[in-house]
């Protein structure tokens, strides 16, 4: 008995020493732990980032079957990359002049405030000068990775609140390379900051340079000619991004910025859509293993000792960090709204305030219970805040009545470049202005209807301006957004929206608006058609079930015209399909209007223009 048990002890142990001997078995293991997490918490309805640090913690510190750090450490890093790659690659450079100032005056002021704020807090729990300025510049940064993972999941990456957000990030960055460079000047006793900084400046005009130089005159034709190769362009993307994060990285800037500016360098170009569509499941998995490593290096024994602290810091970063934001986007005029979605973003610490407070631990500028306490509000914020970005909408349904005092009684910024509409000249308003919406909306103006489209995207929003047609930027989720819209006389308030939520959102606005015309949306499935139906629906589209149906019935008339358009053909011209003309169609054309009524004729006609594609049928 002793001896099966010393055999079973020994076949475990053996299994371990395995693991951390082969990073391939390590990986493998760390993967399947992943999948069965992750599973668990999708079944729960929980963010898949919450377990996959949950993963990180159980397999570092509690199981200690870690032990490829470096390789781990080498795969998030370049799933950092491709994130930033892509988010560059998907913003609009148009764009990036007009949220400038938005985002410098948001990121300035939150980061002094938050900086301020955090130090008094610290102070006042006992803690050193030196250890109070350290914990305050921790609290002051936010996650881009986490950020820009939450908003890609949400699609929210291109609305005003996610290009603020991405701005305000971007200045975050800049100061963390300031930071650090004053960190490393005055640990190492030499003082040189002001040269160091000097220098940064100029190889980052350089490497902008640079850049832009390539744009102009090399990617663009290198483009093409890879173009030939899907997979030979896939490959040169992840190689311009890694290298453009390298180069960053080397430059004294971070990798983030680098792989950002790698993705904006590319985003000019017409492959941009077909680069990104690729990228997005590769970076799904790299970043898996950058929340792993997250986890797995979180030191349990230092946490036990600051859950006090701990709390109170991460209230003030769950709560304080985001009124701060609401608060000097409000004044810049922008509506509660997006104030508030852009501030919720921004509640929780960086994985940066770990690298900056082990750089101080190395420097003996601070103490190890202080990089445990920032690691523990770290673990607490970016666990909280990923549920409050993904519920954001919810929570503001339920926070707007104590939040109009964070709004200014002016014109909001969100409205520039709307185009004025008078309530008797609109017939029906669009939330919404994709492929499925603009369709809608090209369809609706062959039948003389006057339109006001909505959307959340300021590009589409401008894309309907430069085809001379009304739009505002709006989102169908916001419940006060419907008092600015000419609801009077719209007869139609239609969501392109396939989202059931949303579209339950609208639906309570307008009731609440007491619109009186009829409403029109969209549902994937038949549950929340009957959700729709109940909440007051007029019309719910079924875009699948809809095609389906047309397809058939097209297919159906087609094929019969199509049988009767073959027999003419041999019979009475003597050809088959093969050897069609544009003459022999007007002959058809000719055959059918003789021997039909002009409505029977013009039926069948347009079944078999469907099936044949002619137009001039």
């Not at 510190?61 to 032990?67: F, I, K, R």
């Not at 930071?179 to 980052?204: C, D, K, N, Y």
């Not at 509640?347 to 523990?376: K, M, P, W, Y």
């Not at 021997?595 to 223009?609: D, F, I, M, V």
């Amino acid at each position: 008995m002793r001896q099966d048990i010393g055999k079973e002890g020994s076949l475990v142990e053996t299994l371990i020493q395995s693991l951390r001997d082969n990073v391939f078995y390590e990986v493998a293991v760390l993967l399947l732990i992943a999948a069965a997490v992750g599973t668990v918490a999708v079944r729960l309805r929980q963010p898949l980032i919450i377990g996959f640090i949950a993963v990180g913690i159980l397999v570092g510190p509690v199981l200690g079957l870690v032990s490829a750090h470096e390789q781990i450490d080498l795969l998030a890093e370049l799933g950092i990359s491709l994130l930033l790659f892509i988010v560059g690659l998907r913003l609009d450079l148009n764009l990036i002049r007009t949220m400038g100032p938005v985002a410098l005056a948001t990121g300035l002021g939150q980061v002094i405030s938050t900086s301020v704020a955090g130090f008094l807090i610290a102070l006042t729990l006992g803690f050193t000068i030196v250890n109070a300025l350290y914990i305050a510049i921790a609290l002051t940064f936010s996650s881009t990775i986490i950020i820009v993972k939450l908003l890609s999941d949400k699609q929210e990456i291109d609305s005003l609140p996610g290009r603020i957000a991405i701005g305000i990030l971007i200045v975050q960055d800049i100061v963390v390379v300031l930071a650090m460079i004053t960190l490393t000047a005055f640990g190492s006793g030499e003082g040189g900051f002001g040269r160091e900084l000097l220098q940064v400046a100029l190889r980052g005009a350089a490497f902008l340079a640079a850049i832009v130089l390539l744009m102009r005159y090399v990617l663009p034709s290198l483009l093409r000619r890879l173009a030939s190769s899907p997979e030979l362009l896939v490959v040169f993307s992840i190689a311009w991004a890694v290298a453009l994060a390298a180069a960053g990285d080397f430059l004294g800037f971070s990798k983030e910025i680098g792989a950002f500016l790698a993705g904006v360098s590319l985003g000019s170009t017409e492959y941009r859509e077909a680069i990104g569509s690729r990228l997005t499941s590769l970076r799904d998995f790299l970043l898996l293993f950058f929340f792993i490593s997250l986890g797995s290096k979180i030191e349990l024994d230092l946490l036990g000792e600051q859950i006090i602290p701990g709390v109170i810091l991460s209230l003030f970063v769950l709560i304080g960090k985001p009124l701060m934001v609401l608060v000097i986007i409000g004044l810049m005029g922008y509506r509660r709204r997006t104030g508030f979605l852009v501030g919720l973003t921004m509640a929780q610490i960086s994985e940066f305030s770990l690298i900056f407070a082990g750089l101080a631990l190395s420097l003996g500028q601070i103490d190890a219970d202080v990089l445990g306490l920032i690691t523990l509000v770290g673990l607490i914020t970016i666990s909280l805040s990923s549920y409050m970005i993904l519920y954001s909408h919810v929570l503001y349904e339920h926070l707007s009545p104590y939040l109009s005092i964070f709004e200014r009684d002016m014109p909001h910024p969100e409205e520039e470049g709307a185009e004025e509409v008078e309530t008797s000249d609109v017939d029906v308003i669009i939330f919404g202005l994709g492929r499925y919406g603009s369709r809608l909306a090209e369809r609706l103006q062959r039948q003389q209807l006057s339109l006001l489209g909505v959307d959340f995207n300021p590009e589409a929003v401008d894309r309907w301006h430069t085809r001379g047609l009304p739009a505002h930027y709006g989102d169908a989720e916001d419940p006060d957004f419907p008092v600015s819209l000419p609801l009077g006389r719209a007869k139609w308030v239609v969501s392109s929206v396939a989202e059931r939520s949303v579209n339950l959102v609208l639906l309570e606005a307008l009731h609440r608006q007491g619109y009186k015309g009829k409403t029109a949306v969209i549902a994937r499935v038949p549950e929340d058609a009957e959700a729709l139906e109940k909440a007051g629906a007029d019309v719910v589209f079924r875009p699948y079930l809809d095609a389906a149906d047309r397809a058939a019935e097209v297919l159906n008339n087609a094929n019969t015209e199509l049988g009767m358009f073959v027999t003419y053909l041999e019979e009475e011209l003597g050809k088959g399909l093969g050897e069609l003309t544009v003459e022999d169609i007007s002959l058809y054309r000719e055959h059918i209007t003789k021997r039909h009524s002009p409505a029977t004729a013009a039926k069948k006609l347009e079944a078999l223009r469907e099936f044949l594609f002619f137009e001039n049928l």
